[in-house]
């Protein structure tokens, strides 16, 4: 199973732009997941309509969005157990917040946004990815994305960098 992660968007105008770019980029994937800060309704919807999609709120998504996503995601994909939420909150950091978020979850790959910061690692046994931001770098070098691909015997996550805002 091949799947497109994405954050952090913060899409405010021409949200058809971006997801005409997000269609080239993630031709060929089975599911898209996005942690939330799309800010843009229709990011949401779009993405509905164009693939099999997984999403969560973010601190800056108004209240349109809380129809379409929740604020947490637990989903089961080729045996492993996901969870995905977008990494906001008081005290710790990001990757913190999110791991205690589902401590009691017993998941294999927690999957977060918020830092706009891309990570790919294991923390106490439990892939951590967050995909950084395809169009808000802030402080980063580059734009990021990661491709995730899935199967019963081995996970691949890769992070895409590159120097220009998907748009």
Known sequence: MKIGIISDTHITKDPEKFLHTIKYHFHGLDLIIHAGDFVAEGVVKGLIQY????GVLGNVDNQNTTHFVKEKELIE?????IGIYHGHGIGK???????????EDNVDIIIFGHSHQPIIKTHRGI?????GSPTQKRKERWFSYILLELDRESIEAS??????RLE
């Open 159 to 164: 992070l895409k960098l590159f120097s220009k």
């Open 77 to 81: 994909l080729e045996g492993y157990k």
């Open 93 to 103: 950091t990001t990757l913190e917040r999110t791991y205690e978020i589902f401590m």
């Open 127 to 131: 892939l951590m990815l967050n995909p």
């Open 51 to 54: 693939k099999d999609f997984v």
